[in-house]
């Protein structure tokens, strides 16, 4: 009977795999997992971390596994390597820590999953479990963690006193612009109830002209007909007069006399003349 002697689990540390230790004969077509720590990988700014992982698999063809590979978990740890080493390889040291998540994600492992199809394994998930930095770079990172976060704190409360000073102008610019409103409308009224009452004694003014204009026109209608009355007065009794024999011309001139005396004073040039008259 066939015996195979794989990598295995250390007994002493979980997350390291140690070769041939896994020694067996009947192969187990279960699904299995086993947990991995890639050591020393270097970031694009040659920052060494320590990446947490732990690997599901099945397999799923047992003669091309016996084809193809002599130790398949070393061949699995061997992709999850190279595809965690490249993954990081193209990242700074923090930009690697804001990307961590995608190690949950199985298209970030080509590598693994290429070489397990081609052993006849399928692997279902690989769970990133955390990081682990030298004490120095990790008190860095800590540190760099703490400005940035003050930082953050100290720009979110500028945003906000900005927010609140932005908030009062505009508050202060609607009041204004109210005020300015109702002064207008304050203007535009006190203009309305001028022209109102310019118009109201405009109309008053035009009434009373009008009315003083029909006082004059009755009075000079009411002397026109008095002096037609007189006069027709005056016709109609010089006209009895004449009938009655009446010489008009020396009735109109006794009623207008011409003064018996004319008296004609004329002084000297230059001279002062003072006169008394005394009448009998």
């Known amino acids: 009977m066939h015996e195979f002697s794989w990598h295995g689990t250390d007994p002493a540390n979980k997350t390291r795999l140690v070769p041939n230790s896994w020694k067996f004969r009947n192969l187990k077509v279960v699904p299995d997992q086993f947990y991995y720590n890639v050591e020393e990988v270097r970031?694009?700014?040659d920052a060494l971390v320590k990446v947490k992982l732990m690997l599901f698999y099945e397999l799923s063809d047992i003669e091309?596994?016996?084809?193809?590979t002599r130790d398949p978990i070393a061949d699995m740890a061997n992709g999850l390597t190279a595809d965690v080493i490249a993954f990081?390889?193209?990242?700074t040291y923090e930009e690697f820590l804001e990307k961590t998540g995608e190690l949950n994600i199985l298209?970030?492992?080509?590598q693994l999953l290429a070489r397990a199809k081609s052993?006849?394994?399928h692997v279902s998930k690989v769970v990133y479990r955390g990081y682990?930095?030298?004490?120095?770079?990790q008190n860095m990172?800590?540190?760099?963690n703490r400005t940035r976060t003050q930082l953050k704190l100290s720009v979110e409360q500028e945003e906000q006193q900005q927010d609140m000073t932005d908030m009062k102008l505009e508050a202060e610019l609607q009041s204004m612009k109210m005020e300015h409103k109702l002064k207008i409308q304050q203007v535009e009224h006190s203009r309305k109830i001028e022209l109102e009452e310019a118009n109201h004694k405009?109309?008053?003014?035009?009434q009373n002209h009008e009315e003083k204009l029909k006082q004059l026109i009755a009075k000079k209608k009411s002397e026109l007909k008095e002096n037609e009355e007189s006069g027709e007065q005056l016709v109609n009794y010089l006209t009895q007069l004449k009938r009655m024999g009446v010489d008009l011309n020396q009735y109109l001139t006794s009623q207008n006399p011409k003064p018996e005396k004319v008296t004609r004073i004329v002084s000297a040039e230059g001279r002062s003349t003072a006169v008394h008259i005394h009448s009998k």
């Open 43 to 45: 970031t694009f700014d």
């Open 64 to 68: 091309l596994m016996l084809q193809q």
């Open 88 to 91: 990081a390889s193209q990242l």
């Open 107 to 110: 298209e970030s492992y080509p």
């Open 119 to 121: 052993n006849g394994y």
């Open 132 to 137: 682990q930095a030298p004490q120095r770079l």
């Open 141 to 144: 990172h800590d540190d760099a």
């Open 202 to 206: 405009i109309s008053l003014e035009d």
